[in-house]
Every structure is written in C-alpha cells, then in structure tokens.
Nanobody, 115 residues
C-alpha cells in the first residue's frame, strides 16, 4: 500500500494561514492526480483541491481564491497553502493519490480555525 506522511495541521486564528504537506512513500507508483479532501462531522467528503501530473488544478467553490495546491515531483510531495482561513474551514483534511487503477487515502490532519 502507498504510504503518506502528512504534516502542517493545527490551530490558527481566523484570517490566518497554514500549509499542509503530504509526502508519498518512495515506490513504483505513478501518481497521476494528487488531491486534498475534507470531511466535517456528519458531512460527506468534499473535494478541496486537486492537481494532475501536468499541473492542471481544480478547486472546490468554497476555497477557490484562498487555497493553492502545488506539487514537488522530486520530493514526491503535495502541498496545500491555505490563506484567509475561516471558522467554516475547521475539519479534518485528507491527502489522496490516484494512480492508473487505484486510490489511496492519508490518515488525515485536523485543522481548527478559531479565535
């Protein structure tokens, strides 16, 4: 199974910023699409951002203009830069990798936006 090391979550004030990182384990997998999802309690999983291996990006409506996804291919890492954070952004964020035939999920990170 593909393994992830996720970091960067925590507590931040409204209007502040955080950067989430997700490092994929070294393997023969080709990571066609890397994504960030989030899931609030009692809610369905929601796409936050995605990035193809050609650096084509997509964003959820609620974060577009505030969040930026990027990839470092040499380090097998995907980032999520989160700016102008709101209390509504408080939830668990998951790193997701899509290969030719499979989808892999990270364990998730808690992000809390509160004054």
């Amino acid at each position: 199974q593909l393994q992830f090391v996720e970091s960067g979550g925590g507590l931040v004030q409204p209007g502040g910023s955080l950067v989430l990182s997700c490092v994929a384990s070294e393997s023969s997998y080709r990571l066609n699409v890397m994504s960030w999802y989030r899931q609030a309690p009692g809610k369905q999983r929601e796409l936050v951002a995605s990035c193809t291996s050609g650096d084509v990006t997509d964003y959820g409506d609620s974060v577009r203009g505030r969040f930026t996804i990027s990839r470092d291919y040499d380090r097998n890492t995907v980032y999520l830069q989160m700016n102008r954070l709101k209390p509504e952004d408080t939830t668990v964020y998951y790193c997701v990798a899509d290969t030719k035939h499979d989808r892999f999920w990270g364990r998730g990170q808690q992000v809390t936006v509160s004054s």
